[in-house]
């Protein structure tokens, strides 16, 4: 039997190209990896973290678990076209095996069986008309939903969805052809020769009573024809449009289960996460910057988009807060903020040598008090005296000795400069501080700032000296005993969690428990994982100040909505920006501020 | 105290009503009696004056506020004015104002002068007014200055002869981070003032004004700031201040940039005022500025008139700062262009 057809053409085409591109991608972004992560690579694939990534794979790349999770009919349209998809390909291998017995069929022999079965007049197995139809109904009902989701995206739970480029669409239009195109093909060749399960086969036999024979059998090739120059397209827009992401995710997940990480510089590891973004659009709607803001051409999916595509500007580029809400949803799990920076750095790392002549200036505590803790106060926190005054007052409640690393001022910890893609000069402040932390011969380094806490925990390199954020030290004076403000149970606070705290250091359930020992806490809407960002944020160098005050105000009104007439915070630049969003009647406190007050 | 009068116009229909008793709506509400037109002053406070009450000497002429106070109220009482005090508007229509206890007050025209507020100057955290010792507001030492009048001068009223103040300018004005984009005109004129009145109190103290620019937009303003600098020996430093903190010896570090010679700064003072801006009060739903200040129908022939709205054709009308910073004097010319603007208005109709 032989498995060609001149229809088969462009199909193979298609494939071929397919697989052509893949491995000129796949090849050079493997082959450009950075040394260590081909070690990476090398020293983890014989671990457990093979059997893990092939998981994964099945529960991501084929049954979408992760989507399923923020939206279930989003879940059932990507489920029913990639798993459907698949097991299409899978029963068909078992069906055409089952007809020809185990031996080798060229591709276009089992995508395209249910022709050459025909043309050979092999004859029937209901089982498997049955079950490719079931399969092939699967998938349509998956094709129909996206559909609908590109025509009315409310419908599918979704604000936005994202706005295409050229490939994209072409790929798009073909795949919404490719799967009724194929009931087509296979009803009329159904109703040519026989055959076919509940929906191929009722649709031929519907066919053979009411369309003439002739006009049938003109129509039969052409179908094929036509069903197979759409997956011959499909295959060559693949590389180049978003769908490149169905196979970029596979090699992501092992990837990342060998511990491959993006960081501050662009390596080769970023193409993958770049290219295995699927443009679903899930990122859009939590974005204040679109809420808010109505500004819809920075988010991370078009971030990725033009980085991708090599067109990205600064101005989208720099309009984000790296809040991190974004990359809180992705169902593929990219690293949106860590790529987000190292386009940074690659596009305005400018290091300006005469921004460290202050380091000379800058007065150098001692620690003559040999004191085991330390505290750093921070820029932000020199701006916002009361939250330092409070500071102080909790430390004489403690009795502890305390040795301020920056109480003149100091340099700062680097952070903002990190955030704007100025890598390099916020490397020297670094260094500067991790001597002056190393020199103190402290062992706790307290911070009542979110952003030095971030920048301290991901860059300095202080074994040795614990660090702590302010919550999280408070919490364990209230537990050991040694601070006892009073509570009040009738006054309420709510609590906004700082972007860097939260999404960015994982720390949640100490500030609740410190205000869960002054008072009655009352949770906003959102609040923890997709708690909103203050609209300050240090990351953003593109919107206004009015700009800023509209975000402000609107994560103020969902912190108000409680009725609390306290917010409390654990970040000087959140007080800052919630304090301007506030009317007269709200007092915007830190932390440190509510628990000082009541001793 | 006021008295609140109630007289014979009870039964009549008031013709025009004033909000607010500062210096703008009583000169306001004197022009309309003048012209025979009969006028309710409503007052939020029990008292009239509105802030001048808390000033000190006026700038440029260092003329006692109460003075100006004294002769305004002297001819306001002149007239058959109906004067309702401890009373708030707020609901305001071109035909009738709605008091906070229910009360709704008919009429045919509105002048809307309820003023200004200052700007809360613990929302510049950084400069630590409320937290650290030795830091007031401009509104401050008007009220030191006062109390400075008896017993042991201003010292026994600080507690302490300071031997360095610094003043600064802009306070909650030019500062898009409280959201208060505008100048607010006379701060700076007052931030000279004070520092004179500071220096003729303690003449061996140095004197710093850190400004941002310098605007002396009236009559004898600049010769006063110029006399501030050769006869006062006040220093002018053109940088602001970008945090004050507490020193161990009870004086407070503030840190500036000194954007002339472009070198920073540091300077520790025992006190330091904070010149605080003007900044909007409530605007009543009509159509404002970015910085809250309501805007009138044009900035010239029509700048005491608010602008036509959808329905209403007319009918309400500015007086003073509440559509923008301004001082005394052009607060009270204000208030005679707005009652000859209202009187006009009711007598065509
Ligand atoms: C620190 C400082 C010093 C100053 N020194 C000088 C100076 O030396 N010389 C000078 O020329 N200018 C000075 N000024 C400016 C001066 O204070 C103003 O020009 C003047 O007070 C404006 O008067 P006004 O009537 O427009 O407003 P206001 O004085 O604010 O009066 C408004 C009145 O309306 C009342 N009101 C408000 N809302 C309502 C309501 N809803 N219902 C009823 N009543 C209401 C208020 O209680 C108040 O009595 C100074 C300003 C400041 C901030
Ligand atoms: S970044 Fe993630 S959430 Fe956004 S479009 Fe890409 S895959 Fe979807
Ligand atoms: S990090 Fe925040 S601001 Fe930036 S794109 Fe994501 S949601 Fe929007
Ligand atoms: S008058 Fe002077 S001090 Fe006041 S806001 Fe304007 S520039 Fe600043």
């Known amino acids: 039997m032989r498995f060609f057809a001149p229809f088969c053409i462009p199909f193979i085409i298609g494939t071929a190209f397919l697989f052509a591109a893949l491995a000129v991608k796949w090849g050079s972004w493997l082959y450009h990896l950075p040394r260590a992560d081909k070690k990476l690579i090398g020293r983890n694939f014989f671990t457990l973290a093979t059997p893990k990534a092939i998981w994964e794979v099945i529960r991501e790349s084929l049954l979408h678990a992760r989507i399923w999770r923020v939206n279930s009919l989003l879940g059932y349209m990507h489920t029913s076209l990639a798993f459907g998809w698949f097991l299409l390909i899978l029963v068909g291998w078992i069906e055409t095996t089952a007809y020809v017995g185990l031996r080798w069929v060229p591709l276009q022999g089992h995508v395209f069986f249910k022709y050459f079965a025909a043309s050979a007049h092999l004859g029937h197995k209901p089982v498997f008309d049955f079950l490719m139809d079931l399969l ?106 978003r769908y490149m992401h169905i196979f970029t995710e596979i090699p992501l997940i092992f990837l990342r289960q060998y511990k491959l990480r993006s960081g501050k510089k662009i390596t080769s590891y970023d193409n993958f996460q770049v290219e295995a973004c699927s443009r679903c659009g899930i990122c859009i709607d939590p974005c204040q910057i679109q809420t808010d803001l109505g500004v819809n051409d920075i988010q991370s999916t078009y971030f990725l988009r033009d980085r991708r595509y090599h067109r990205l500007e600064l101005s ?39 921004r460290y002549e202050y380091f000379t200036s800058v007065p150098v505590e001692k620690n003559s008090a040999q004191s085991k803790i330390g505290y750093f106060t921070g820029c932000m926190t020199h701006l916002t005296p009361g939250m330092k005054q409070a500071m102080e007052r909790i430390f004489t409640a403690t009795g502890e000795s305390v040795w301020w690393a920056d109480r003149e001022g100091g340099v700062c910890c680097g952070r903002p400069l990190l955030l704007s893609g100025e890598t390099d000069s916020a490397r020297k402040m670094i260094d500067f501080n991790t001597r002056l932390i190393r020199e103190s011969g402290i062992t706790t380094l307290v911070t009542s700032c979110a952003i030095c806490l971030k920048v301290f925990r991901d860059e300095y390199h202080l074994t040795g000296v614990e660090l702590l954020h302010h919550s999280e030290y408070i919490e364990r004076l209230l537990v050991k005993g040694s601070l006892k403000p009073a509570r009040a149970n009738d006054e309420s606070f709510t609590y906004h969690d700082p972007c860097e705290l939260g999404r960015g250091c994982g720390i949640y359930d100490a500030p609740r428990a410190v205000i869960a020992s002054v008072g009655v806490l009352v949770e906003p809407e959102q609040t923890r994982e997709m708690s909103l960002c203050c609209g300050s944020s240090l990351a953003n160098t593109v919107i206004d100040d009015g700009q800023q005050l509209r975000v402000s105000r609107s994560a103020v009104d969902t912190l108000t909505a409680t009725g609390a007439k306290t917010i409390v915070t654990a970040c000087p630049l959140c007080k800052k920006a919630l304090a301007r969003g506030t009317s007269h009647n709200i007092r915007v406190k830190d932390l440190a501020e509510i628990v000082a007050e009541r001793l | 105290m006021e008295v609140e009068r109630m007289k014979s116009q009870k039964n009549h229909t008031r013709e025009v009503v004033v909000v607010g008793g500062g210096v703008a709506g009583m000169q306001a509400a004197i022009r309309l009696a003048e012209q025979g037109v009969r006028v309710t002053l409503i007052e939020k406070k029990h008292e009239l004056g509105g802030h001048i009450r808390s000033w000190y000497h006026l700038f440029p ?85 006062h109390e400075g009048e008896a017993g042991e001068g201003l010292a026994g009223a600080l507690g302490f002869t300071p031997r360095r103040i610094a003043l600064l300018h802009c306070v909650g004005s030019r500062d898009e981070k409280v959201c208060q984009p505008h100048c607010s005109k006379v701060c700076c004129i007052t931030g000279v003032k004070q520092a004179i009145e500071l220096k003729k109190r303690f003449p061996d103290a140095e004197i710093f004004n850190f400004y941002m620019d310098i605007r002396m937009f009236g009559p004898g303003y600049e010769e006063m700031y110029r006399e501030a600098q050769q006869k006062y020996n006040i220093h002018f430093i053109r940088g602001r201040i970008s945090e004050a903190s507490p020193t161990f010896d009870g004086r407070l570090q503030i840190k500036a940039e000194d954007t002339l010679t472009g070198r920073p700064l540091r300077m520790s003072v025992d006190m330091f005022v ?44 500015y007086a003073g700062t509440v559509s923008a910073p301004k001082a005394i004097g052009e607060s009270l010319n204000e208030g005679i262009a707005a009652a000859d603007a209202a009187a006009a208005y009711i007598k065509q109709k």
């Open chain 2, 61 to 145: 002429s260092f003329t006692p506020a109460q003075e100006v106070y004294d002769a305004l109220h002297e001819r306001f009482a002149s007239h058959d004015i109906e004067l309702i005090t401890s009373a708030e508007a707020t609901e305001i229509n071109p035909t009738s104002v709605t008091l906070a206890d229910g009360r709704v007050l008919h009429t045919k025209a509105v002048i809307i002068a309820t003023g200004f507020e200052i700007f809360d100057a613990r929302r510049k955290e950084e400069y630590g007014y409320g937290l650290y010792d030795h830091v007031y507001t401009s509104a401050d030492l008007e009220l030191l200055l």
């Open chain 1, 136 to 241: 092939l109904l699967f998938v349509l009902s998956g094709v129909a939903w996206a559909v609908a989701k590109r025509i009315v995206h409310r419908f599918m739970g979704m604000r936005r969805t994202t706005r295409h480029i050229v490939w994209d669409k072409l790929a798009l239009s073909v795949l919404w052809f490719i799967f009724p195109i194929r009931l087509i093909a296979e009803s009329i060749t159904c109703a040519v020769h026989g055959g076919g399960g509940f929906l191929t086969g009722s649709i031929g036999t519907w066919l053979a009573g009411w369309v003439p024979r002739s006009t049938l059998y003109a129509l039969y090739e052409p179908a094929w024809w036509v069903y197979s120059i759409c997956l011959g397209l499909f295959f060559i827009a693949m590389p180049f449009s």
């Open chain 1, 316 to 354: 989208v580029l720099n309009n984000c807060f790296m809040c991190g809400r974004c990359e809180q949803v992705c169902p593929v799990g990219i690293n949106l903020n860590t790529l987000r920076q190292n386009s940074r750095d690659k596009m305005r790392n400018v290091p300006n040598e005469k």
């Open chain 2, 274 to 317: 904070l010149l605080i801006g003007m900044q909007a009060g409530p605007n009543f739903g009509l159509p404002h500025a970015d910085s809250g200040f309501l805007e009138p129908q044009d900035l010239f022939l029509g700048n005491v008139v608010a602008p036509a709205q959808a329905g209403t054709l007319g009918g309400l009308f």
